[in-house]
């Protein structure tokens, strides 16, 4: 309604004072009131619904009982002062939103209708993505997470719907994401009465969380989840399980509406960095400065850290070449002259092995110094007077699989910039070496090398020719995410990711098949901007095709790269090396999957010819929308891949 001088304004318009509050709302603030949104009550209001006159001192209470009744309206509500009637999903959704939660991955089941009814009840925001299968799910909330630094969120229902998580959730453990899946589960009236679904969700998953626990009572939720947020984003990251009994779900929740809140802090990850002890970096400082040949290797929790600005300085202020584990790689451009590349058995560079045997100080950052970094513990070999150091976020990892000379216990990124301090207020800024010249220069001839089968016209195609293609697409734009099977070591030897604010994700705590292409539609969601690539094989189509459906429905702009060898690839190939060529169980009938992905409403295309592989990935990096490209590529059985026991094995072979 217009006012006498035709004057018309909305809730927004009003400058709402405290004092104005309280009196309007009996000693009740709301100083949190939006335009179109109200936080206490998770509701989007139209602007024109709130539409009312100046012209009379009674609008204020005019206002409010408009405003009370739409909301008794639209969502059949009662507003009391500030106190509200929620049942626990709408609970758990108010908290999920407090924690900026915007996307949701998951399938939907019997016990999780209530929870979907919020979701769908709330206008904040919250947007749920659901997946095909539940591990999908898992593995897209992983990737969300680590792109965009936010805990990522699945759920899942009861009974086989925890259960196919299992895999996603243990891998985002392992590799230290933070990921909170949210299980709906059977009443606790039905426990152990052989309910359908029923499950001890909390045993299952206390082994693959840093947490796992049963809400039972509905005022509980608030608390539980800030300490799902508390625990999975801050020491090392990790996943957390949450499992929401029908009664959790269902029940009124009676707690005052302050206990609605959420701790800032841990909306991110990490939360709460740690810096090194001061002493313990000045130590650190003064090994490194006593080096001679000095190497930094830097793994996962580089990365996750997001510590590359500080070690790409440190680098270059030592004249320290920089070598990374499969999870570290990406931490600097991969032309700088100081990336060397990759060690360990999968996927190496022989100038980056040579770096670190050579070396007399060794700097791990953010590296757990597995297997396959180490090739079981073989390298670094034993050297006399080799100092090997290490920084960590997890002190349990310190020393743990190497005599250490000294160790920092730190965020990765923290402890970092300030060695650079120190190392520049003590040191003096160094040139290259003729050592590290001559590093560069083997470098230079292994990429002349490989020359060769980037341009072999050979059917099937290389899986070289493929990489050597795809890179010359990749710019700042573009995050790669592969699986963990048959193309990996030709993907962390070959690919270069020499743009800044390039990204390469691959599983590598388990290695487990099929997370690539639902990886994809969580990569989506946390970086929107990005040019998206999928790499995987025949055993990874296999577990995750079905989510080619998720990703037509939501139009993402991927290019999926499938390499087609018909064959368990890895496996074919250990039974060749170890097996006296035993092949079992490995080989695959004749297919066509891009009549599958064209089925599922993606443009795809099958790849035979090295001049069908430019006109493809031309085509797909223009589209708008997916593209599949079905590449038919070499069996490992014609060429060893790139790894390093591998090769070793073969060489074995050939002097026999």
Not at 206 to 226: D, L, M, Q, Y
Not at 228 to 239: M, N, V, Y
Not at 345 to 360: K, L, Q, T, Y
Request: aromatic letters at 8%.
């Amino acid at each position: 309604m217009g006012s006498p001088c035709g004057r018309t304004h909305s809730f927004s318009d009003l400058a709402l004072s405290d004092n104005l509050l309280n009196n309007l709302f009996n000693s009740k603030s709301y100083s949190q009131f939006t335009i179109f949104y109200i936080p206490e009550l998770s509701i989007f209001i139209k602007k024109k619904d709130l539409e009312f006159s100046l012209d009379t001192p009674s609008i204020f209470w005019n206002c409010y009982l408009k405003l009370n009744n739409l909301l008794n309206n639209l969502l059949n509500i009662k507003l009391f002062l500030g106190e509200i009637d929620m049942i626990g999903a709408q609970t758990l959704v108010k908290m999920l939103e407090k924690y900026h939660v915007e996307y949701i991955f998951g399938v939907p089941g019997d016990t999780s209708i209530k929870f979907y009814e919020a979701l769908y009840d709330n206008q904040s925001g919250i947007r749920h993505v659901m997946a095909r299968d539940e591990r999908s799910a898992s593995f897209m909330a992983d990737a969300y997470a680590r792109l965009s630094h936010k805990p990522g969120v699945c759920e899942c229902p009861s009974g086989a719907g925890s259960l196919y998580t299992v895999p996603g959730i243990a891998e985002a453990n392992a590799s230290s994401i933070p990921v909170i899946v949210i299980t709906s589960d059977i009443p606790l009236s039905g426990e152990g009465k052989q309910t359908i679904t029923e499950l001890d969700t909390q045993k299952l998953y206390e082994s693959i969380t840093k947490w796992a626990t049963v809400v039972k009572s509905v005022n509980k939720i608030p608390e539980v989840i800030r300490r799902a947020f508390r625990i999975a984003t801050t020491g090392r990251p990790g996943a957390v399980h949450l499992s929401l009994p029908k009664e959790a779900l269902c029940d009124e929740f009676s707690n005052s509406a302050k206990d609605l809140y959420a701790d800032e802090n841990c909306c991110t990850y990490p939360a709460f960095r740690t810096r090194g002890a001061r002493t313990d970096l000045e130590a650190l400082v003064d090994h490194m400065a006593g080096a001679k040949r000095l190497v930094i290797i830097v793994g996962g929790g580089a990365n996750h850290s997001q510590a590359g600005t500080s070690i790409q300085s440190m680098a270059e202020w030592m004249a320290a070449p920089v070598v990374s584990t499969i999870s570290g790689q990406g931490i600097m451009p991969d032309d700088h002259p100081m990336a060397l590349g990759v060690i360990g058995d999968n996927g190496f560079h022989p100038h980056a092995h040579r770096a670190v045997e050579e070396a007399d100080v060794l700097l791990y950052v953010g590296c757990k110094m597995g297997s396959v970094s180490t090739i079981n513990w073989s390298m670094p070999s034993e050297k006399p007077g080799r100092k090997i150091l290490q920084i960590d976020l997890n002190p349990e990892m310190l020393g743990n699989n190497f005599q250490n000379t000294w160790s920092v216990a730190g965020d990765a990124r923290l402890v970092a910039e300030d060695l650079v301090t120190l190392l520049k207020g003590k040191t003096a800024h160094r040139q290259a070496s003729d050592w590290v010249n001559s590093l560069n220069q083997q470098r230079l001839d292994f990429w002349k090398q490989a020359q060769q089968a980037f341009q072999a016209d050979t059917t099937p195609l290389k899986p070289q020719r493929i990489i050597a293609e795809l890179n010359r697409h990749l710019d700042e734009t573009t995050i790669v995410i592969s699986d963990a099977g048959t193309p990996t070591p030709y993907i962390t030897r070959f690919l270069k990711l020499a743009a800044k604010n390039s990204r390469f994700i691959i599983p590598r705590a388990y290695g487990g098949l099929g997370y690539a292409i639902p990886a994809v539609v969580g990569a989506h969601f946390a970086r929107p901007d990005a040019r998206l690539v999928g790499l995987f094989g025949d055993g990874s189509l296999g577990m995750s095709a079905g989510e080619l459906e998720t990703i037509s429905r939501l139009n993402i702009p991927v290019v999926l790269i499938h390499f087609n060898n018909s064959s368990f690839g890895w496996i074919k190939a250990l039974q060749k090396l170890h097996c006296n060529k035993k092949y079992f169980s490995v080989d695959f009938n004749a297919n066509n999957p891009a009549r599958v992905a064209e089925g599922f409403g993606l443009k795809a295309l099958s790849i035979e010819t090295p001049e069908q592989l430019v006109q493809g990935l031309d085509m797909a990096f223009n589209a708008r929308g997916p593209v599949f490209l079905d590449v038919k590529s070499e069996p490992e059985l014609e060429d060893i891949p790139p790894v390093y026991s591998w090769m070793t094995c073969q060489a074995k072979h050939d002097k026999a």
